[in-house]
């Protein structure tokens, strides 16, 4: 696709429930970003992938949090036991290589009732 | 580790007026520097990046940065603002060279109102 795609659009979940939010970066990209932005939060870093590895995990908030990629591709981020702090949008972004600019999907909106 | 201030959250500022976004970033390495801008609720996009190269860059709807490095800033800043501008505006930063810290920060974002 032409650009960076996350699915859903929208979640409303229970609270304990586990979700699950994909990414699908921009064909070719290597470097892929998952981010949180809650209300007057800014953008909360989480986790940043190159290829299928993922250097740096240490923004998740906790151990409920999880990602993964396969292929050098689609994306994953589980969050399990949702907590009604959870609630935020979900970004994702991927970038052509490390250390440049990334491009950002439209986002998850994550609702924990 | 790198981070990024922005110093003002919002700046309300009347059509046809200049406005300065601040930016200010902290790393021990040199960096990337970016601006990206979010209009009501719509996603992130790119507005201008420096990478290398003159220090001034500018994007193609009239807003500019200063990289200066001595003072550790990235400031943005546009002559003349129009309401379509209404947005919020964030500052990020990145490693120049990565290894395991290819990340890209964000400051906390400045919410730009422009004001007929």
């Known amino acids: 696709g032409a650009g960076v795609s996350q699915s859903p659009s929208n979640k409303v979940t229970e609270k304990g429930k586990d979700v699950e939010l994909r990414c699908d970066p921009i064909?070719?990209?290597?470097?892929l970003y998952w981010y949180r932005q809650s209300l007057g939060q800014g953008l909360e870093f989480l986790i940043y992938?190159?290829?299928?590895?993922?250097?740096?995990k240490s923004g998740l908030p906790s151990d409920r949090f999880s990602a993964e990629r396969t292929g050098g591709s689609v994306s994953t981020l589980t969050i399990q036991r949702t907590q009604q702090e959870d609630s935020a949008v979900y970004l994702c972004?991927?970038?052509?290589?490390?250390?440049?600019?990334?491009?950002f999907g439209q986002g998850t909106r994550l609702t924990v009732v | 580790a790198q981070s990024v201030t922005q110093l003002d959250s919002q700046v309300p500022v009347f059509e046809e007026a200049p406005v300065e976004l601040r930016c200010n970033y902290s790393?021990?390495?040199?960096?990337?520097l970016f601006w990206y801008v979010q209009y009501p609720n719509q996603g992130l996009q790119l507005l201008l990046k420096?990478?290398?190269?003159?220090?001034l860059v500018e994007s193609i709807n009239g807003f500019e940065a200063e990289f200066n490095k001595s003072q550790t800033s990235f400031h943005l800043r546009k002559p003349s603002v129009h309401i379509s501008d209404t947005a919020e505006y964030f500052c990020?930063?990145?490693?120049?060279?990565?290894?395991?810290?290819?990340?890209?920060?964000f400051g906390k974002g400045t919410k730009l109102s422009v004001k007929p």
């Open positions: 972004a991927s970038g052509p290589k490390e250390n440049t600019e990334a491009f």
């Open positions: 064909s070719g990209h290597t470097a």
């Open positions: 992938f190159q290829g299928n590895s993922a250097p740096d």
């Open positions: 790393s021990s390495v040199s960096v990337y």
């Open positions: 420096y990478l290398s190269g003159s220090t």
């Open positions: 990020a930063v990145t490693r120049r060279y990565g290894g395991s810290q290819g990340n890209l920060i």
